[in-house]
């Protein structure tokens, strides 16, 4: 079991994961169309944006939250 200290860790290790996951696919599928070898490249495309994806979302999370509170109404 993973320590409760380290959820905003697998948090953004599985968002980043996710939304890096979509996103490269629409842009290989944008970029070269439905090809023979497209699932191939939407990995390697995958793999390249997850790294730089994983610490972006750990570093702008807590921004994210100060927008969102400042954003939303109070009770």
Same mark, same amino acid.
């Given at each position: 079991?993973?320590?409760?200290?380290?959820e905003?860790?697998?948090f953004?290790?599985?968002?980043?994961?996710?939304?890096?996951?979509?996103?490269?696919?629409?842009a290989?599928?944008?970029?070269?169309?439905?090809?023979?070898?497209? &699932?191939? /490249?939407? *990995?390697?495309?995958?793999?390249?944006?997850?790294? #730089? %994806?994983? !610490?972006?979302?750990? &570093?702008? /999370?807590? *921004?994210?939250?100060?927008?969102?509170?400042?954003? #939303? %109404?109070? !009770?």
């Amino acid at each position: 079991m993973i320590p409760k200290k380290l959820e905003p860790v697998l948090f953004g290790l599985i968002l980043s994961a996710c939304m890096s996951l979509v996103v490269s696919g629409i842009a290989t599928f944008r970029a070269l169309g439905p090809v023979h070898g497209f &699932l191939g /490249a939407w *990995v390697r495309a995958w793999l390249t944006a997850w790294p #730089v %994806a994983f !610490p972006t979302a750990l &570093l702008m /999370a807590p *921004v994210a939250r100060r927008i969102v509170r400042r954003a #939303v %109404a109070g !009770p």
